[in-house]
């Protein structure tokens, strides 16, 4: 067992539910989705966000995903040796009475698989906090562990899958199997939402799918993804605007394909 960087506590990689990790939302009695099925009947169950985020961090249903996020946080990178590794699904993120949502793709396989928080410990989540707290969105700008206080306002981050996939590339029947958890987020709090960030195109058409799935409205012929496009979705009474982003990953980041500017721009019209 290795210590927490910020609280020094020992955890076993992957951490045990329960243990007491920074954030964890699951305890021992937990139930956890083993298969497809079981993670639609417990994300339609789930009375509240809380519940849902609890479940989704126990799930087990995808094995070549389970497989590849537990061996990365018992091998791990020689930077992070001395760290434990959460190594479970990485739940949702944020305010529980959002204005926001923010859809990203998977957590990083030593970022939010070694944190427990989505967008945490990497260069993506770097550019993706420091905007948000220059939105004023978030009361910090840097995001480095689970319990380093950061907090955010009005904004939730939901990943369309939640385990860490190899080569970032989740299959197709990965992410049906994880998306009844999106379609619960979108269900919990559609009341207040206002819009959608999608980052990315695998975020673009989840959100697209969700929203197909819950009976909302969407334009037809399907909108293109961009970054800057824009969709207007109609759930019951309300319309919610989904806005596109290029992803904060540094493929994106290091080549210019997506500056500070740019990502401000889509932030300021959320």
């Known amino acids: 067992m290795d210590a927490h960087p910020l609280t020094r506590l020992p955890f076993s990689s992957p951490v045990t539910p329960g243990t007491g990790w920074p954030g964890d939302p699951a305890t021992t009695a937990t139930p956890a989705a083993a298969n497809s099925e079981a993670v639609h009947a417990l994300a339609t169950s789930s009375?509240?966000?809380?519940?849902?985020d609890a479940r989704v961090s126990?799930?087990?249903?995808?094995?070549?995903?389970v497989a590849w996020r537990e061996q990365v946080a018992t091998e791990r990178r020689a930077s992070f040796a001395d760290q434990p590794y959460w190594g479970r699904a990485a739940p949702s993120f944020g305010d529980e009475h959002p204005r926001v949502l923010i859809v990203g793709l998977a957590p990083a396989a030593h970022g939010a698989n070694r944190t427990g928080r989505v967008f945490t410990g990497d260069r993506s989540g770097d550019w993706l906090f420091a905007a948000l707290y220059r939105a004023g969105y978030a009361n910090q700008p840097t995001s480095t562990h689970a319990g380093d206080g950061l907090a955010l306002t009005g904004v939730r981050i939901v990943p369309?899958?939640?385990c860490a996939p190899p080569d970032n590339k989740p299959t197709p029947a990965e992410r049906s199997a994880c998306a009844p958890w999106l379609d619960r987020e979108l269900e919990l709090t559609v009341g207040g939402l206002r819009s959608i960030m999608a980052l990315g195109s695998i975020a673009w058409d989840a959100t697209l799918?969700?929203?197909r799935r819950l009976g909302w409205t969407v334009p037809r012929p399907k909108p293109r993804f961009g970054h800057g496009a824009e969709a207007d979705l109609g759930a019951d009474s309300a319309t919610i605007r989904l806005i596109g982003s290029y992803h904060v990953s540094q493929q994106n980041t290091f080549t210019g394909k997506l500056t500070e500017a740019m990502l401000d721009d889509v932030m300021a019209r959320l």
């Not at 009375?47 to 849902?52: E, G, K, M, Q, R």
């Not at 126990?58 to 995903?65: E, F, I, K, M, Q």
């Open 58 to 65: 126990v799930c087990r249903a995808c094995p070549r995903l």
């Open 160 to 162: 369309a899958v939640h």
């Open 47 to 52: 009375p509240d966000l809380p519940t849902l």
């Open 209 to 211: 799918a969700a929203a």
